[in-house]
């Protein structure tokens, strides 16, 4: 063979020799660069004009976000135009890459992880007032339509957590930011190891600085003065609004120690039932004749099956694939649970609210609930009234988006949250269970059975024999009860146009 000796040994030191020189001066001439960029940019984005580059960016962004500019690439080159214009010359790409970094430096003050900087994010107003802002903004139609996806709205264990919920694909609230800071959030108060920083989470307190006490009239609350229900009478309730979260309501635990035991006893033994769909239903585990509680308590071979129970759904019942109800998909929602829930809707001023339907989660401890929002109802503009009873949870609401930063809250036994008007469409979950801070269903009272309950269950669940199973269960254990209005005002059905 004529020709180069590409067996050579020689030959080969050579190319070799000659590829690391190549590499090296491009190496060298690439780092030159990077340090040359970095050192501008520096330069670049002091906190002066970090500042007028937010500026122009929340005004660009509004009209993006209202469709003005159809394209997030034009909207970078106009905010680059206006900063070249005041002598800052950078490229969009520069403008969109600062305003990553600024994301990056956000999400990690808001969650508390640290973040490893020399001093603190002094951006964090900033870009609070904007998401903010754009959180307060009308709702596009596009939730309406039911063109995103959610999670299952109920909880699983951690071997069968249920998938986190994909970006909704609505345009004008899409892409805020490059970090999808509900779900980090969320993986961050999940995690076992490390254990998460509690400090960050709110406890509701008429001290603590985020919170406001709800001053409702005195007319709101002068009708209910007994104690119905297993609730203390109306005016003992502790009523709080979360600042920074339009719509969201908290209201301190109004259950007596009775009552807690008794819609305790009502979610194991009495909303378990058929015709209540649960989510072991699929898998055949009873027979059309056994009731789940009962099975659990009496055959001492099934005992695992205590922690099968997820959710049950009580009323219309909720179509996980489909995410719509349907009138062929419809028990009779029950009697006691509805008086409850009109009067807490009553006392809070939303007089017109109907319980038409029910969620009922099982947690155990080491359950959670991943990001979703509630968008199913025909109705969104009537509040969602949720629950609490057993183990303490750290429940987070974000925005209309998981592009919003969450907002983590202690919720004990007896807690009630309300989420209406902007915070009714709000992604929200929960994250950990934590081992209760007080157990108020210990202890019983002396308050009065009342009507609109079942008296004979309410006068049992004194009785320490009959309770034990009961508690037995609470004890590690968080049950939630998440009630909706289904229908709009004027319909009779969901046939109904």
């Known amino acids: 063979m004529t020709g180069t000796n590409f067996g050579s040994s020689s030959f080969l030191v050579r190319i070799k020799i000659l590829t690391h020189i190549c590499t090296n001066i491009f190496g060298m001439s690439l780092s030159i660069k990077e340090e040359q960029e970095a050192s501008v940019s520096k330069k670049w984005w002091d906190d002066t004009n970090t500042r007028l580059m937010l500026s122009e960016f929340k005004k660009y962004f509004e009209l993006w976000r209202k469709g003005k500019i159809n394209k997030k690439k034009i909207m970078w080159q106009k905010i680059a135009d206006c900063l070249n214009e005041k002598g800052i010359t950078c490229t969009p ?10 994301q990056r430096g956000y999400r990690r003050s808001y969650t508390g992880v640290n973040s490893g900087r020399r001093r603190p994010f002094i951006f964090k107003n900033e870009l609070s007032e904007l998401y903010m802002e754009t959180l307060t903004t009308e709702i596009p139609n596009t939730f309406e339509k039911e063109t995103f996806v959610e999670s299952s709205d109920h909880c699983e264990n951690e071997e069968q957590e249920i998938p986190e ?24 108060y999940k995690s076992k190891q490390p254990p998460p920083n509690l ?64 819609w305790i006893s009502r979610c194991l033994r009495d ?107 025909k109705n969104l503009d009537a509040p969602l009234i949720s629950i609490s009873l057993g183990q303490t949870a750290i429940f987070l609401i974000g925005g209309p988006t998981e592009d919003f930063p969450a907002l983590p809250i ?27 801070f007080t157990k108020p269903w210990i202890e019983c009272d002396n308050y009065n059975v009342t009507d609109n309950i079942d008296g004979d269950l309410y006068t049992k669940c004194q009785d320490e024999l009959f309770w ?14 998440n009630v909706r209005q289904v229908l709009r005002p004027g319909q009779c059905s969901l046939n109904d146009e």
């Open 468 to 481: 034990q199973p009961f508690n037995s269960y609470i004890g590690t254990a968080r049950i939630n009860i």
């Open 165 to 188: 919920a994909a970006n909704p694909v609505f345009d004008t609230l899409h892409y805020l930011s490059y970090y999808n800071m509900f779900r980090d959030a969320f993986k961050y």
């Open 199 to 262: 400090s960050s989470v709110l406890k509701v307190t008429p001290e603590n600085e985020h919170v406001e006490i709800l001053d409702l009239q005195e007319s709101e609350r002068s009708h209910y003065n007994e104690t119905v229900l297993g609730v203390v009478p109306s005016k003992e309730w502790k009523i709080y609004r979360i600042k920074n979260k339009p719509g969201l309501i908290f209201i301190k635990n109004p259950f007596t120690p009775n009552g807690q035991r008794y």
């Open 410 to 436: 202690f919720v004990e036994s007896g807690d009630i949250i309300i989420m209406s008007k902007e915070s009714r469409l709000c992604y929200h979950a929960v994250p950990k269970i934590l081992p209760a």
């Open 93 to 102: 790409e520069q403008v969109e890459n600062r305003f990553k970094n600024l």
């Open 271 to 377: 909303f378990s039932k058929k015709p209540n769909k649960l989510n072991i239903d699929i898998h055949n585990l009873l027979n059309n004749e056994e009731h789940w509680w009962e099975v659990c308590n009496t055959d001492t071979i099934r005992t695992e099956l205590l922690k099968k129970l997820r959710w049950s759904t009580l009323g219309y019942h909720h179509n996980w694939d489909t995410k719509i109800y349907s009138e062929s998909l419809k028990d009779i929602f029950p009697e006691d649970l509805a008086f409850l829930c009109n009067h807490i809707a009553n006392i809070t001023g939303f007089k017109h609210f109907v319980a038409e339907a029910a969620i009922v989660n099982y947690y155990h401890m080491n359950s959670t609930l991943s990001g979703h929002t509630d968008h199913s109802e």
